[in-house]
């Protein structure tokens, strides 16, 4: 798919007061510093669309993004902020929830983990509300360029056992790095692919 064009279109608090469309939704969501905004900017081919690294106590918002003018991209506030108080935890869980369950055009869910990493509790557990919530999602491991090919599939395969107990069918997962750009052709043709569905 060829990315011709790549609008901001709204911030918003609440799933309710994002476009009402009928156009499809990509979200993108994963742990602080996974590499969300770096890897929407890789897709998109902009180098400012996603804003990188917006730091804690700053107003969590889900940004839209228009496409082509035929589906979007949302970036949706991070987690795992260490220093985060638990109020904000709760609202930020709130957020997420009220827009999984409100937002109708949301095809798919790109849940980030960073490939560098062993499987990380709180990556497991927002993949299990996602399953509890019945919101279609699918895996993709950031930072790939940051090691060997060796041992990204190590860890990926690390990940995927400790989800072997509670699900029955393995999830979906591509690979990235925005910075070899690795993983833009597949996530682009996976887009395509659910677009045309
Ligand atoms: P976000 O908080 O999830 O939006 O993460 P960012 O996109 O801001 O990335 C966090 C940090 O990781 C930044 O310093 C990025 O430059 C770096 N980064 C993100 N993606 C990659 C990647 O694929 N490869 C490498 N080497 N660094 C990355």
């Known amino acids: 798919m060829i990315i011709k064009d790549a609008k901001f279109i709204s911030s918003n608090t609440r799933a309710d007061q994002c476009p009402q469309t009928e156009l499809p939704e990509y979200a993108f969501i994963g742990r602080s510093n996974v590499g969300k905004s770096s890897l929407i900017n890789m897709l998109t081919g902009r180098t400012k669309l996603a804003k990188t690294s917006s730091f804690p106590g700053k107003t969590q918002l889900i940004n839209h993004f228009l496409i082509n003018d035929k589906w979007y991209i949302v970036d949706l506030p991070g987690y795992g902020w260490a220093k985060v ?100 052709d597949e996530i682009l043709q996976f887009i395509e692919s659910v677009n045309q569905q």
């Open 85 to 184: 108080s638990k109020t904000s935890r709760e609202s930020w869980r709130k957020m997420i929830h009220f827009y999984f369950q409100n937002r109708p055009n949301l095809a798919c869910v790109f849940l980030l983990i960073d490939s560098r990493l062993p499987p990380q509790k709180v990556d497991v557990e927002f993949l299990e509300q996602l399953g509890i919530m019945g919101v279609p999602f699918v895996l993709v491991f950031t930072k790939t360029d940051k090691q060997s090919a060796a041992k990204t599939d190590a860890n990926i395969s690390l990940f995927m056992n400790t989800l072997k107990e509670n699900w029955e069918e393995l999830p979906h997962y591509l690979k990235s790095s925005s910075s070899s750009k690795e993983g833009r």
